[in-house]
């Protein structure tokens, strides 16, 4: 196995967004691409925000898309724990040894102190900082707060220059390191902080490559600086650029739309979720139809990752998943629409007429939602919708209804031939063709405008129950 390894490395505090599954899609397509190994890592240290709940959902909704980690919190692995919540004393050594070799001190600044430097920074125009002041503490003035059990936070010494790195993306970037200020890596608390956090298990881990979105690139100085005085190696950066909405703003990881357990338990097939994601930021994928993410990992590159805003489109997404759908065998595809079919009554068919009800349904949804109003014609005839009411109530439906009544009386049998004689029979009769024959022919036996096609429909539901919805109209 090739020695790439690189993390998905969640907190639980709601369920996988757009954002963060493209982050763990890209890093699984990186690694299945170069043979390397998938990491999942839980980053749980905030204990009153993160739930076991979410960290579950986590956990289902990854397996779901196919995106299997080769090393994670309930498989174990060679760097256990794969959890920040049962890694503390590893974090506890990493701050000894900061503290010990002077890259760090404590700091007994309070809220109050910090946000009074924070609005003096801010007032002269510079970008907000902690100056230092306790960087250098007179022993004495120590002894002080220590008398006073004041319970110190451990600060970072961050030296004046500039930090360059070639990220994988977005190229060369240089960081002002006088702008940044002496950061926190472990609270008063004695709680680890993230950038000590996050250091500290990539380098147990051997992370090799840390893709993730471009809002954690003001974090990246902070952590290859405590990486290299801890002695260890920096993993290479690469930040993705920024999703946004239609409306061009980014994406709020709130939006409940957007969430990836609601999308699957709409329907949505998850390799359609898988290849709509993959194009936000990566043209590797045409979007014609759904990939598989083995065929997606085959070419992906994450040097062909552009740099500028993506857009993440709902339609597209539809569009993608209406041909997984119809891509999808019978079987398959009703486990994943049962839960958006709630009160369908699967058990009253037998195997062979649900899968020709669900192959039908299948080829006339574009979205999963529509699947129940669809299937439902199958099973029942409801009062006409708006646009079938009008119809009915046209000049030549009477015509229409009659010859239709006559026609597929004269078949004991329905199928596609059959079907299309009776068509022609009604179209002869009357002299309608196109949408004026078929629109008729649809609100008589379905009391809709639209749904799976008329051959379907009549060949499923047979002769009679076709005569019977006809009659229901004539009285």
């Known amino acids: ?281 990566w043209s590797g994928v045409s979007g014609k139809g759904p990939e598989s993410l083995e065929e997606m990992a085959k070419r992906f590159n994450i040097k062909k990752v552009s740099k500028a805003p993506c857009h993440f489109d709902p339609a597209r997404l539809d569009h993608i998943n209406a041909k997984a759908i119809k891509q999808m065998p019978s079987e398959e595809l009703i486990a994943i629409l049962k839960p958006v079919m709630v009160g369908f009554p699967f058990e009253k068919f037998s195997n062979e007429k649900l899968f020709k009800i669900i192959d039908a349904v299948k080829e006339s949804i574009h979205n999963p939602s529509e699947a129940l109003l669809h299937a439902e014609q199958f099973i029942k005839m409801d009062e006409p919708d708006s646009a079938s009411l009008q119809t009915l109530n046209s000049n030549d439906v009477r015509e229409v209804c009659a010859i239709l009544k006559k026609s597929v009386a004269e078949f004991e049998m329905l199928n596609d031939e059959t079907f299309n004689s009776v068509v022609k029979s009604v179209s002869s009769a009357t002299g309608l063709t196109g949408k004026k024959l078929y629109a008729p022919i649809r609100a008589l036996v379905t009391g809709k405008s639209s749904g799976p096609r008329l051959v379907d429909i009549f060949t499923i539901l047979g002769r009679d129950e076709i005569l019977k919805r006809i009659e229901k109209f004539v009285s």
């Open 1 to 281: 196995m090739n020695d790439i390894r690189v993390r998905f490395a969640p907190s639980p505090t709601g369920a996988l967004h757009v954002g963060n599954l493209r982050t763990a899609l890209y890093n699984w397509l990186y690694a299945k691409n170069m043979q390397g190994s998938f990491i999942l890592r839980i980053e749980d240290t905030d204990a009153q925000r993160c739930s076991s709940d979410a960290e579950n959902k986590i956990f289902s909704s990854l397996a779901k898309l196919g995106l299997k980690w080769d090393e994670g919190p309930d498989i174990g692995g060679p760097h256990t724990p794969y959890r920040q919540s049962e890694r503390s004393a590893k974090y506890e050594t990493a701050i000894k040894t900061l503290l010990e070799n002077g890259f760090a001190y404590h700091c007994y600044c309070s809220e109050a102190d910090l946000e009074a430097e924070r609005k003096k920074f801010i007032a002269s125009g510079k970008p907000p900082r902690y100056s230092g002041k306790c960087r250098n503490l007179p022993v004495e003035q120590i002894s002080e707060f220590k008398a006073g059990k004041i319970k110190p936070s451990v600060r970072f010494k961050v030296e004046r220059g500039v930090l360059k790195i070639n990220d994988g993306v977005r190229g060369h970037v240089s960081f002002n390191l006088s702008d940044i200020g002496d950061f926190i890596i472990a609270r008063s608390d004695g709680a680890a902080a993230y950038y000590l956090a996050s250091v500290s298990d990539d380098m147990d881990m051997k992370i090799t490559d840390v893709i993730r979105g471009e809002d954690h690139l003001s974090n990246t100085p902070k952590q290859i600086l405590v990486a290299r005085a801890l002695g260890g190696t920096p993993p290479r950066y690469h930040h993705l650029s920024i999703i946004q909405g239609s409306d061009g703003k980014k994406l709020s990881k709130r939006s409940g739309s957007l969430d990836i357990s609601t999308l699957l338990d709409s329907g949505y097939a998850p390799v359609a979720i898988t290849t709509a994601i993959a194009m936000l930021g």
